[in-house]
């Protein structure tokens, strides 16, 4: 099994940062890649940022020039560094791994964190 664990959200108000943080764990033999995806009210989840074990990054068109994405590979963690955030940042933030297991020996990408409120309001 894999463990997704996220943290760092919260309430900021417009124009201010947040950084998540998302740790995995498990029985884990390789991870491709890791991203962030977010689900507001009424909405589909959509990918916000995903980052591959090379470095390669993808963002959002509505988020680009202001997240950034990271990661530790040795670490198995990943964070998201959110700048000039706005109200329609609003949602629940989710963590995602594209994972190899010990028992999955191909590529899955349904492993997903329990989510994260980021909430951007006056």
């Known amino acids: 099994q894999v463990q997704l664990v996220e943290s760092g959200g919260g309430l900021v108000q417009p124009g201010g940062s947040l950084r998540l943080s998302c740790a995995a764990s498990?029985?884990?033999?390789?991870?491709?890649?890791m991203g962030w995806y977010r689900q507001a009210p009424g909405k589909q989840r959509e990918l916000v940022a995903a980052i591959t074990s090379g470095g390669s990054t993808n963002y959002a068109d509505s988020v680009k020039g202001r997240f950034t994405i990271s990661r530790d590979n040795a670490k198995n963690t990943v964070n998201l560094q959110m700048n000039s955030l706005k109200p329609e940042d609003t949602a629940v933030y989710y963590c995602?791994?594209?994972?190899?297991?010990?028992?999955?020996?191909?590529?899955?990408?349904?492993?997903w964190g329990q989510g994260t409120q980021v909430t951007v309001s006056s």
């Open positions: 498990g029985s884990i033999f390789s991870i491709y890649a």
């Open positions: 995602n791994g594209v994972v190899v297991t010990t028992t999955r020996p191909t590529p899955q990408s349904d492993y």
